[in-house]
């Protein structure tokens, strides 16, 4: 195997997700959790463009990484309960541990079959995103729904501002 | 990749919805540069919006009956009489609405430039939804119509029963919303489209592949989401809490907007989209239709506060237009039963609008005096305010010489017509005539406390809301005696299969 520019991407990137997610389950402080739970989602989005996915990069960004993290992290801050905990195991650990070997192995099992040739790997077309932009701004397919999107965005971010303005 | 041209879009028959939208836009900015006194003039440049909607409408209603239907981006809309007819019916109530509120936000010291904008929002929400031929479109424009609801709803925090009607509209608003949209997916799983003119060939057997099963579970969804919107029973939950929390002029513009809004979207949809299984749905919106008369009017029997009773008064008036949904299901009797409903939805926002109007007026500035008692003696003291509430009253109740009268016979005769080899249509339009009569009861309550009870019948009209109280009564009164050109109008009002 040689050693070229995307191994070594391949390999911070994993380092990123695997460490992340290590973090998010031995570190004591929810808090931190959350960042090193950000860390690993940054990890992901990274080999979703290795694996030439933008597209899915992308929404992984914006989503998982801009969002639900924020969600998360404002979550745990309103719930001062949660902010207390500080011991890192709790009673429902062979629960989660049993929840995560089935993950683990089932995960296995389909990466290794990929592997061997057991499954088809999915063909994606090279241009999808393209495609995706032309189908947005096409008057023959989602020209309209995607310009009501723009504006009922608007609408909803006017009304937040005058509901939480007093 | 082919770029759109004007034609292909078809600006011009979309045009009054894209003036309505980006005229909101552009006044949320214009707002910014207008100092707190002087907000009323964002209330003037909104009515300035609905006018320059309305006359694109006229336009375009000029165009239609001249050269039929036509499409719009490529077939995800479509312009027809029921679109055109709605959207008059929604530019209208907008009008109404602004004026109902041009006092009334300053008496509450609730007023902010965004109150009108975020009107102006959901109506073009309304009328893209009568115009909406993909369920795609659909839903966005749902959304675009509560949206704005839900914040307006909450427009008088901190005062908590407001911030309660918001919070329950926008829970079970979003939760309507996920059967909605859920509906929607089964329907794309079962269909392979979401182009109403593609759900119905799919439907009927010339689609590939269809599957028939997955598109009734989305249809009854779809039917719970949009069930929902216009408050029908078994959906109705939040209405009485909502009307009675949120601002009257939300209220009122809200009765009647998104009940009609609601209806345009059921109408088209099932109509067009779901006709080959007209049995399955027929019956299940005839049910709906005879358990909300009852329940709706049954219990507005035992209300006292004014709000409250109109918000079951409202719940019952969508069941009457249900029946008339219910009866379009039969092709010959669609274009009677479509025009009925739409013209019920007229009579209905007409007259309701008025009503609320006299609610404002008597409401003091802490949000009490709307209760039936504080109409007591109103016939001595405001004798012109007396009359007009008792001709909403009677309208309301459907007797003559009255809108609402003309509107409820309308719907009775296109159901009588259904009801030919189907008892159970007979059977909900023999419960509706029924629960007509029970509703007098608690609507002829107020002409009765006006006229006959000695009281201090206190109230406030201002100009504007004096504007709107004369523009409803006369509406009211004229489409009572002289319905013919609105109801030429509204047989005009026929529903087309976009293309």
Same mark, same amino acid.
């Not at chain 2, 009675?244 to 345009?264: D, I, L, N, R």
């Not at chain 2, 107020?446 to 509406?475: K, S």
């Given at each position: ?95 989660? *541990? ?36 032309? *189908? ?31 | ?34 100092? #707190? ?5 964002? &209330? ?69 430039? $965004? ?50 009607? &918001? ?164 092709? $010959? ?6 025009? &009925? ?29 709307? $209760? ?74 107020? #002409? ?36 013919? #050109? ?14």
């Amino acid at each position: 195997m040689t050693i070229t520019p995307v191994t070594i991407a391949f390999a911070v990137l994993a380092i990123f997700t695997l460490g992340g997610g290590l973090g998010v389950v031995s570190s004591r402080n929810m808090v931190h959790a959350a960042l090193y739970l950000v860390l690993a989602l940054f990890g992901v989005a990274g080999l979703y463009v290795l694996l030439e996915a933008p597209f899915l990069a992308a929404i992984q960004v914006l989503v998982y990484m801009g969002a639900i993290a924020v969600l998360i992290t404002i979550t745990i801050m309103v719930t001062r309960r949660i902010m207390g905990i500080t011991e890192s195991v709790n009673r429902q650990w062979p629960l989660a *541990a049993g929840i995560a070997a089935l993950v683990a192995v089932t995960l296995g099992f389909v990466v290794l079959g990929l592997f061997n040739g057991l499954l088809p790997v999915a063909d994606v077309p090279p241009d999808n995103i393209e495609q995706l932009g032309a *189908a947005f701004v096409s008057h023959q397919a989602y020209l309209l729904p995607f310009e009501v999107a723009s504006v009922l965005l608007l609408a909803a971010m006017i009304g937040a501002i005058v509901v939480a303005r007093d | 990749m082919n770029l759109p041209t004007l034609e292909s879009i078809n600006l011009a028959a979309s045009l009054p919805v894209l003036i309505l939208a980006g005229w909101a836009c552009l006044l949320t900015a214009i707002d910014l540069f207008i100092s #707190p006194e002087r907000k009323h003039w964002t &209330a003037w440049l909104a009515v300035l919006g609905l006018l320059a909607s309305g006359v694109a409408l006229g336009f375009e209603a000029v165009a239609y009956s001249q050269r039929g239907a036509v499409s719009a981006f490529g077939d995800m809309a479509v312009v027809d009489g029921f679109a055109l007819f709605l959207q008059g019916v929604f530019l209208l109530s907008a009008f109404l609405g602004i004026l109902l509120a041009l006092n009334y936000l300053p008496r509450h010291n609730i007023e902010r430039g $965004e109150y009108y904008t975020l009107l102006l929002f959901t109506t073009s929400g309304m009328m893209l939804m009568a115009m909406a031929a993909d369920l795609i479109v659909v839903f966005l424009a749902l959304e675009l119509l509560s949206l704005p609801l839900y914040v307006l709803s909450g427009f008088a925090h901190p005062r908590l029963d407001s911030e309660e009607a &918001a919070m329950k509209y926008f829970l079970l608003g979003a939760f309507a919303s996920g059967f909605l949209v859920y509906g929607i997916a089964l329907t794309y799983g079962g269909a392979g489209t979401t182009l109403l003119s593609g759900v119905v060939e799919a439907l009927v057997g010339g689609g590939p592949a269809p599957n028939p099963v997955l598109a009734i579970v989305g249809m009854g969804l779809i039917l719970v989401g949009l069930g929902f919107k216009v408050a029908a029973v078994p959906f109705h939950m939040w209405t009485p809490d909502v009307y009675q929390g949120a601002p009257t002029p939300v209220t009122a513009f809200m009765s009647v907007g998104a009940k009609a809004g609601g209806f345009a979207a059921l109408l088209r949809v099932f109509l067009i989209a779901f006709p080959a299984t007209g049995d399955t749905w027929g019956v299940v919106i005839a049910i709906i239709a005879a358990l909300t008369m009852i329940l709706g009017n049954v219990v507005a029997i035992s209300q006292s506060n004014v709000k409250r009773m109109l918000a079951y008064s409202s719940i019952a008036h969508a069941g009457y237009v249900l029946v008339a949904v219910a009866a379009a299901r039969y092709p $010959e009797v669609e274009p009677l039963a479509v025009s &009925a409903a739409v013209f019920y939805l007229l009579t209905y926002a007409v007259t309701n609008l008025g009503a609320f109007a006299i609610v404002i007026a008597l409401e003091r500035d802490d949000g009490t005096g709307v $209760e039936v008692e504080d109409f007591a003696g109103l016939a001595k003291t405001r004798p012109w305010l007396a009359i007009a509430m008792t001709l909403f009253m009677l309208s309301l109740t459907g007797i003559p010489p009255s809108a609402g009268m003309v509107g409820k016979f309308f719907v009775f005769q296109a159901a009588v017509q259904a009801s030919v080899g189907d008892p159970l249509i007979l059977t909900v339009t023999i419960i509706g005539v029924l629960t007509s009569v029970i509703s007098a009861f608690y609507y002829l309550r107020i #002409p009765v406390m006006m006229y006959f009870r000695d009281g201090e019948g206190q109230a406030n009209v201002q100009p504007a809301l004096g504007v709107a109280l004369a523009l409803t009564a006369l509406a009211t009164f004229l489409l009572g005696v002289v319905p013919a #050109p609105f109801l030429q109008m509204a047989r005009h009002a026929l529903l087309t299969l976009a293309g």
